[in-house]
């Protein structure tokens, strides 16, 4: 079964609303999570390194005040896109790191956004 | 810049034979490699992993082979089966970062 749950699954928003992403590692306590995104047919990109109790690292080019994430216990993080626009359409995609399974990287189910 | 490269979008193969997914990588610093399986609207789902202290992992039916003078890796499958038809993203890490960066993906089709 999933150890890493993202929810929701599938999001539809209007533009100019926020909406929040939420990830959860459920078996594990997860010091670093990562956030990502994948638009179709392309790869993955990771957006921002979240490590608990603290402030997230950003990739370059990905604008922090418009992907806002929290990580705040150590099984949760969330990614919170304001002002949306159909352009931030895309599936978003967190990973959790498990330091006590040897540093492993499990990833969630993944969130579809649709902003119309 | 893309620092992994998967630069085969997409492969047929019949089923029971052999599938050979290749990924190519710049970064020297890069010292772990991974292979994820995709379906649509799901995470990727871990496969298999090799250090750069070797150079072939075998896990069942997937082997993979790291060539680090070439910069190369490759995913074996076989034999290929239905439920292998996915796509598959090499992944690679300098384990001090633990960040990984995703190639684009190849897409692999099993033909009955």
């Known amino acids: 079964g999933a150890v890493v749950s993202q929810h929701p699954s599938w999001v539809i928003c209007k533009s100019g609303t926020s909406v929040k992403i939420e990830c959860r590692s459920l078996?594990?306590?997860?010091?670093?999570m990562f956030w990502y995104r994948q638009f179709p047919k392309q790869s993955l990109m990771l957006m921002a390194t979240?490590?608990?109790?603290?402030?997230?690292?950003?990739e370059q080019g990905v604008e922090k005040d418009k992907f806002l994430i929290n990580h705040a216990s150590l099984t949760l993080s969330t990614l919170t896109v304001t002002s949306a626009h159909p352009e931030d359409s895309s599936f978003y995609i967190c990973?959790?790191?498990?330091?006590?399974?040897?540093?492993?990287?499990?990833f969630g189910e993944g969130s579809w956004l649709t902003v119309v | 810049d893309q620092q992994v490269k998967q630069n085969s979008p997409s492969l047929s193969v019949q089923e029971g034979r052999i599938s050979i997914l290749n990924c190519d990588y710049t970064n020297s610093m890069f010292d772990y490699f991974l292979w994820y399986k995709k379906y649509p609207a799901e995470g990727p789902t871990f496969l298999i992993s090799?250090?750069?202290?070797?150079d072939k992992n075998e896990d069942g039916r997937f082997t993979v082979f790291l060539n680090k003078s070439a910069k190369h890796l490759s995913l074996h499958i076989v034999p290929s089966q239905p439920g292998d038809s996915a796509v598959y993203f090499c992944?690679?890490?300098?384990?001090?970062?633990?960040?990984?960066?995703f190639g684009q993906g190849t897409r692999l089709t099993i033909n009955p």
């Open positions: 992944a690679a890490s300098d384990q001090g970062a633990q960040k990984l960066v």
């Open positions: 090799i250090s750069s202290i070797k």
């Open positions: 979240s490590n608990e109790g603290s402030k997230a690292t950003y």
């Open positions: 990973s959790a790191l498990s330091f006590y399974s040897g540093n492993t990287i499990y």
């Open positions: 078996d594990f306590q997860a010091t670093t």
